[in-house]
Antibody
């Protein structure tokens, strides 16, 4: 059974850097055809894809946030880390870590972690 | 950037068929996934690759995709189906989500 769980600060200050960690189990981050994505959701708003890292360390970023994002993985630790710089109030929301099965056309996202709520405030 | 458009809300009576659309330029040339998100919960995949159902998803959930529109159909809608539904696709290996549709079961 594949599970993912996010961890990180619940409160960050303006202009600070957010670091979130996703601990995965039930699969290896080096398994061919697998990836892990970060997706966020501001309160009451829609889902927004942020970044994706594949088993072969290939990475993809949302064009609108690419300059602020870094996604990395530590395979022995079964962890994927997302860093987002220059945080602002609009970045407040729940951040989900999600398993990606690579398939034709991009694949699909399943399952999702419970999410980590991040608030940006002085 | 590639955009996916969804109607903000759909309302149906229990037992009726729910139809939720997602539109995008030449969307039929891409694969679409659908997610159900109940209040306070994480999204759950209900359809992938246009029309495939993951294990554990009821048969009343089905999907189609052609032209510029993908459709999620829920036959015999139940009260438990009340949730937000999001479509998702890919543009040059970058993921894109629709704005979501709130399904209300009256």
């Amino acid at each position: 059974q594949i599970t993912l769980k996010e961890s990180g600060p619940t409160l960050v200050g303006p202009r600070e850097t957010l670091t979130l960690t996703c601990n995965v189990s039930g699969f290896s981050l080096s398994t061919s055809g697998m990836g892990v994505a970060w997706i966020r959701q501001p309160p009451g708003k829609a889902l927004e894809w942020l970044a994706l890292i594949y088993w072969n360390d290939d990475k993809r970023y949302s064009p609108s946030l690419e300059k602020r994002l870094t996604i990395t993985k530590d395979t022995p630790k079964n962890q994927v880390v997302l860093r987002m710089t220059d945080m602002g109030p609009v970045d407040t929301g729940k951040y989900f870590c999600v398993h990606n099965v690579v398939g034709a056309g991009g694949g699909w996202f399943d399952p999702w972690g419970p999410g980590s709520l991040v608030t940006v405030s002085p | 950037s590639y955009d996916l458009t969804q109607s903000p809300s759909v309302s149906v009576s229990p037992g009726q068929t729910s139809i939720i659309d997602c539109s995008g330029h030449k969307l039929g040339d891409k694969y679409v996934s659908w997610f159900q998100q109940r209040p306070g919960q994480s999204p759950v995949l209900v359809i992938y690759q246009d029309n495939k159902r993951p294990l554990g998803i009821p048969e009343r959930f089905s999907g189609s995709n052609s032209g510029n529109t993908a459709t999620l159909t829920i036959s015999g809608t139940q009260a438990t189906d009340e949730a937000d539904y999001y479509c998702q696709s890919w543009d040059n290996r970058l993921a894109v989500f629709g704005g979501g549709t709130k399904l209300t079961v009256l």
